[in-house]
């Protein structure tokens, strides 16, 4: 089923910063006088280097936030969240050591069926997922006024710079140090997207349950947690969803779009239209639907949640 595209969305984020952010680079190079911990950064054709937020960092919160409030849970008979890193008891690697043992791979519909809800929106070492995490940039590509990206950026290079030491906690003394930690200010933002395909709407509600956490604080971004650091908020700025047929008059899940077979198959959940969109066009044999504004964005996220909720 998941061959062929029955619906998918894009959702423009913003996370903005409310302490100072640091997600370390893998190294620091052969710079001598370089921070002991640096900030990851990548080059950009247009601005060259530049801090910016992988993906794989903000999929990681975004997942470890989910399962945190999904784990030891069942909806419906499935599980909430798995242990995706424990050798026997995560989805993916239970799911290999079956397919091992019988010496036959398991058609994709059981495979899918068998996963918990968080890895059903996040992915496994068996099976993609439905959410895929682009890199945040410190500029929005759709801003109208350069300047205000071009300001942003220059804050978020403007690096702060601050000195720690590790205390040896028998002794009281410095057991390592003093050593340099750079790190991007408060108060800055980072633009990006976060894509779905052939989703759920309840898999709507769970990214917007992420969200919730982040923008409370018991997520955090990046290193340093437990000194302050990495507290941010999230904002859905824009959202485009698009899905295949012209005869749905709204936006719906793809439990409201594949057959009923198919729906039995691979354990989908029955799924409800999503909140009415202002802006709606024919686009060949596709329907696009575009969600704008902070009320309407935020409507879309209710929905979501209220379908999550209605798992229980």
Not at 204 to 230: C, I, P, W
Not at 263 to 284: K, M, V
Request: hydrophobic share 40%; with cysteine; aromatic share 6%.
């Amino acid at each position: 089923m998941f061959k062929k595209a029955y619906n998918r969305a894009v959702l423009h984020i913003r996370i903005e910063t409310v302490t100072p952010l640091l997600i370390r680079a893998g190294d620091v190079g052969l710079d001598p006088t370089a921070a002991s911990l640096t900030c990851v950064r990548t080059r950009h054709a247009q601005y060259g280097s530049t801090v910016y937020i992988p993906g794989s960092s903000l999929k990681g919160v975004l997942r470890s936030a989910a399962e945190s409030m999904m784990r030891e849970r069942n909806f419906r008979g499935i599980a909430g969240a798995c242990d995706p890193l424990h050798e026997r008891q995560s989805c993916g690697r239970r799911l290999q050591e079956d397919a091992r043992r019988a010496n036959a791979p398991k058609p994709t519909s059981h495979v899918h069926r068998e996963h918990c809800l968080a890895c059903r929106l996040f992915g496994s070492e068996a099976m993609k997922g439905r959410a895929s995490v682009r890199d945040l940039f410190p500029w929005d590509a759709g801003e109208k006024d350069a300047t205000i990206s071009e300001q942003n950026r220059y804050r978020a290079n403007n690096l702060e710079m601050r000195h720690g030491v590790s205390i040896d906690r028998i002794f009281g003394s410095v057991k390592h140090g003093p050593f340099d930690q750079e790190m991007v200010p408060a108060g800055v933002s980072f633009w990006g997207e976060i894509a779905l395909e052939n989703y759920q709407v309840w898999q709507l509600g769970l990214l917007a349950q992420a969200f919730d956490e982040v923008n409370t604080g018991f997520a955090q971004l990046g290193s340093t947690k437990s000194r302050g650091l990495g507290v941010a908020t999230i904002e859905l700025m824009s959202l485009v969803h698009e899905q295949r047929g012209l005869a749905e008059s709204s936006a719906v899940g793809v439990g409201k779009l594949a057959s009923a077979k198919e729906n039995d198959d691979y354990g989908l959940f029955s799924d409800a239209a999503l909140p009415e969109s202002r802006h709606s066009e024919t686009r060949g044999i596709a329907t696009r639907f575009t969600i704008q504004g902070t009320s309407d964005t935020q409507a879309w996220l209710a929905a979501g949640l209220q379908a999550l909720g209605a798992l229980q």
